[in-house]
């Protein structure tokens, strides 16, 4: 028997047993569609949080007050201390390492704005003019604190609360209260949206001294840091710390987090992530094999006669094991492919469903959907389709 | 072409004995008719089961065309099967989900023969036996002559030398059963050797060879001599 006339004779049988085989291709389908729905959904979930992350900044450190090691901290208040704060002096000895291409002081707080007889809390960041390149910030209209002015009382505003408070208007120019101060609008944010837990359409940036005396501190959030290259994060954030120990009597009392490693862990767990939805995925191709193996071997049983006839007509025990192993292999490969199609097609839909969220499954997993629902319909015809090749002619002939 | 010397076949049912086949010597010549009687029971399926390589001997010696078919592997006797017999059974053994066609065409598929010369064969058969207008259907759309006739063509179809028929009229009815004799017949006088079993007395008188069977041996064989 010819190799195409087995695969065509299978297929033959295979499209004779309708339901049956829809049934079988179903259940494959229903496994590797599951497989890369899931991982298309777990991939889109790790890209869109690295694409997160690395839209605020580039080769980026944060520095903040304190250790973060639990023991440390711990430690520290049985011991009555409290970590020492960061202060402006702090970061201006960072923008003196020659790691790092720029620094920004960060303060955060909430204040009352208010001009053209409106009124809102807004989010205030206090800051240098760095902070709007080391964020990824872009200005609509305006500067902030250009060259010269570094000094004067200068507001710029997320394009949200500009549009709220100047609809009509052009902001840039006009005079805003915030608390107990006056600013200038110097300048109008472009819109970002929701960007790692804010909304930077919703907040206003003043200098750094004016907000700090707003709050009535002296102490920093955070400093930003930009390193001069990816290559040299690493060293930045060592000098950073031994910088920060030297000034703080070496107490090691700041934490650096470096944008990178926050990437790697994200990156890391999400991958993990998908790696074992997947794996779970790839169980109900097992069950699919195991329907597989069941309904073979219910077809064997159901065809005895006509696997005696064919037998005596001059087949092969070789011959009725490839037929019925083929007919698994077609099977699995409709079921597979379909499954591939249609798990391609739930991918497309949540991408269309959540736009920003890139749900591509990754062409590892559809190869290893397909593999595996490939390998376990053929490992599931082999018991069947041995027990056919098997059956002795004579008493096959003789069953009714 | 057919020589079977002290062939024995036995079954075990529990620890019930049954000797199907008792010491059978029987040589049968190419082209002759023969046909085997005998009470339910005496042998003669298993008989012919084993002249058909579709079972195999506990002891004694088959040969086939001079070639003791004992010495040869599974894969040679299928092929043997394939190529030199062709089986009819009482029950016709069609597979139902193909057509008269693709039954009769099967026997051509397993020796690998290309479609187009395998559609020029089927369509030859079907019109040696009357079947052109029921090429499409399937057997159960076809009534017990039709089916016994795709069961002969597909028997035919590949030219054996040897057509073995168990009782192919034990499912018709005389005047239908009377025919597929004819046919069957027919192609003795074309040259193949022609062994029948049968139950009736007047069917198996047909035969130029009539061999009686009883136990698993061989009672009487005799050849008329007005063949
Ligand atoms: N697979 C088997 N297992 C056990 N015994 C068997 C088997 N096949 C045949 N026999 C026994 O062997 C003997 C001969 O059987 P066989 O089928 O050759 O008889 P037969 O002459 O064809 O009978 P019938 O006219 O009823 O078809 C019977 O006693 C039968 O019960
Ligand atoms: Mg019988």
Sequence with gaps: MTLTDTLHTSL?????????????????????????????????????????????????????????????????????????????????????????????????????????????????????????????????????????????????????????????????????????????????LASQGESMGYNTDEIVIIPIDYAQAMFNTTSLFRILVEAKSHSEIESAKQAILASLRQSHDGEDDATVITQDAILNTFDRILHALTLAVAGIAAISLLVAGILIMNVMLVAVNQRTEEIGLLKAIGATSTDIHRLFFAEAVWLTLVGAILGFLLGEFGSLLLRLTYPQLPAWAPAWAAIAGISVALVTGILASILPASQAARLDAVQALSKK | MIRLTAITRTFYMGDQTVYALNNINLHIASGEYVSIMGPSGSGKSTLLNIIGLLDKPDSGNYELDNKLITDLSETEQAQIRREKIGFVFQSFHLVPRLTAAENIELPLILSGMPPAQRQLRVNDALQAFELTPRAHHRPSELSGGQRQRVAIARATIMRPSVILADEPTGNLDHQIGAEVMLLLENLHHGGTTLIIVTHDRELGARAHRQIAMRDGKILTDQTDDAH
């Design chain 1, 12 to 188: 033959k049988s295979v499209m004779s047993y309708r339901v049956r085989s829809l049934l079988i291709i179903l259940a494959m389908a229903l496994g590797v569609a599951a497989v890369v729905v899931l991982t298309a959904l777990g991939d889109g979930a790790r890209n869109y949080v690295v694409n997160q992350f690395s839209s605020i900044g580039t080769n980026l450190l944060v520095v903040l007050p304190g250790r973060a090691e639990t023991s440390g901290a711990f430690l520290g208040a049985v011991l009555g201390q409290t970590p020492r704060d960061l202060t402006l002096k702090d970061a201006q000895l960072l923008g003196r390492l020659p790691q790092v291409r720029r620094y920004a002081p960060l303060n955060v707080g909430a204040a009352e704005l208010s001009a053209a007889n409106r009124l809102r809390e807004v989010t205030v960041l206090g800051s240098t003019a760095h902070l709007i390149p080391i964020r990824h910030m872009k200005l609509a209209q305006g500067s902030f604190l250009a060259h010269g002015t570094e000094r004067s009382a200068q507001i710029v505003l997320g394009v949200k609360i500009a549009n709220e408070f100047f609809p009509r208007s052009q902001a840039v120019g006009q005079r805003v209260r915030l608390g107990d101060s006056r600013f200038l609008v110097s300048g109008v």
